[in-house]
């Protein structure tokens, strides 16, 4: 799986969009972007996932670069309990068994919502 | 279930003993993942079913690490002769047979002492 980089920590205010950048220069055409993140010490949880189209869901806005080496992660307003570490994961698509492939996991960002 | 359910919360074993970790995966996934975090923010991936069938164990020990899933039974991550470097928090995650979510439980915290 390709490497991604992410800012180690970033502050963002109540009720501001945060806006969390991934580098992931070295991505192939058959890995897809995932975002996931892990609030306190609970387990991961998904945010939201695309392959080259933006994407949105109740949670996050995902904008991919034309060239997708990079994208950011937006949430639009965020809350206290958006206080978390936020993963950046590239994923391979291969054939129709599309669920079995492994989560590569980096540091992520440490994300804080201040009041 | 419509969570992955991981059992014990917490488990402390001294140097050497056993150490059995669960995972119920949600019904109807057909992958099972086992992650573990010894750091804050480090994960490392240890192995993955399909179905009751090893995919993936390139993450995990091969001497003292083993899982199993078997048909009607939750999942489970045996550890044998446990040493202290295996304290970690122990996550499992199932996903459909080609879905693009996994879904996290919320781990097993393991204290070798």
């Known amino acids: 799986d390709a490497k991604t980089t992410q800012p180690p920590s970033m502050d963002c205010a109540e009720g501001r969009a945060a806006n969390l950048p991934c580098n992931h220069s070295?991505?192939?055409?058959?890995?897809?972007v995932y975002w996931y993140r892990q609030i306190h010490s609970q387990g991961p949880q998904y945010i939201i996932h695309g392959l080259k189209n933006n994407e949105t869901n109740e949670m996050a806005s995902l904008i991919i670069t034309e060239d997708r080496k990079s994208s950011t992660l937006i949430l639009p307003h965020a809350t206290l309990r958006d206080t978390a570490v936020y993963y950046c994961?590239?994923?391979?698509?291969?054939?129709?068994?599309?669920?079995?492939?492994?989560?590569?996991f980096g540091t992520g960002t440490r994300l804080t919502i201040i009041p | 279930g419509e969570e992955v359910a991981q059992t014990p919360k917490h488990l402390v074993r001294g140097e050497g003993q056993k150490a059995k970790l669960y995972c119920a995966p949600i019904k109807g996934h057909s992958y099972v993942f086992w992650y573990q975090q010894v750091l804050k923010n480090e994960f490392k991936f240890l192995i993955s079913?399909?179905?009751?069938?090893?995919?993936?164990e390139t993450g995990m020990p091969k001497e003292r690490f083993s899982a199993k899933c078997l048909p009607n039974s939750p999942c489970s991550l045996e550890i044998q002769a446990t040493k202290l470097e295996d304290s970690a928090v122990y996550f499992c995650?199932?996903?459909?047979?080609?879905?693009?979510?996994?879904?996290f439980g919320q781990g097993t915290r393991l204290t070798v002492v």
């Open positions: 994961i590239v994923r391979v698509w291969e054939g129709s068994n599309f669920g079995n492939e492994k989560l590569t």
């Open positions: 070295t991505i192939s055409g058959n890995e897809y």
């Open positions: 995650a199932s996903s459909l047979t080609q879905g693009g979510k996994a879904f």
């Open positions: 079913f399909q179905n009751e069938n090893v995919f993936d």
